[in-house]
């Protein structure tokens, strides 16, 4: 099987978006892990996709990304790893990640005037 490596530039341009972002997780609290955030904003790839069937030669994980900040970026990673119950700890649905990646990724392309999430 032949694999391309091209990244296409308008997926750069998506990771650099979602970064300008605040995080996703400030305006929310939790019992259990410190609401306050820290850090650069980065983009963070959702590890399950909400976007499984876009066959536009657009690689899925790139377009599946959401704001998060440095703090919370490594508490998910490092931490928690599961990223549905990671949200959950902030009240919030366990396809929240998604949600956000997927009005991010529509006000991008569309060109909408976006709120934080
Ligand atoms: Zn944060």
Redesign the pocket.
């Known amino acids: 099987m032949k694999k391309s490596k091209k990244k296409q530039a308008s997926n750069k341009a998506f990771m650099e978006y979602v970064a300008k972002h605040n ?1 996703c ?2 305006s929310h609290s939790s019992d259990i892990v410190s609401s306050s ?1 820290g850090g650069g904003v980065q983009a963070h790839h959702l590890l399950k996709p909400w976007d499984g069937f876009r066959g536009m030669g657009m690689r899925a994980s790139d377009n599946n990304c959401v704001p ?2 440095y ?2 970026h490594a508490l998910l990673h490092d931490k928690y790893g599961n990223e549905d119950k990671f949200w959950t700890l902030f009240n919030l649905p366990e396809n929240y990640g998604r949600g956000v990646s997927q009005m991010l990724w529509h006000n991008f392309n569309y060109g909408e005037p976006d709120g934080d999430c």
């Open positions: 995080c997780l400030m955030c998060l900040c703090k919370h």
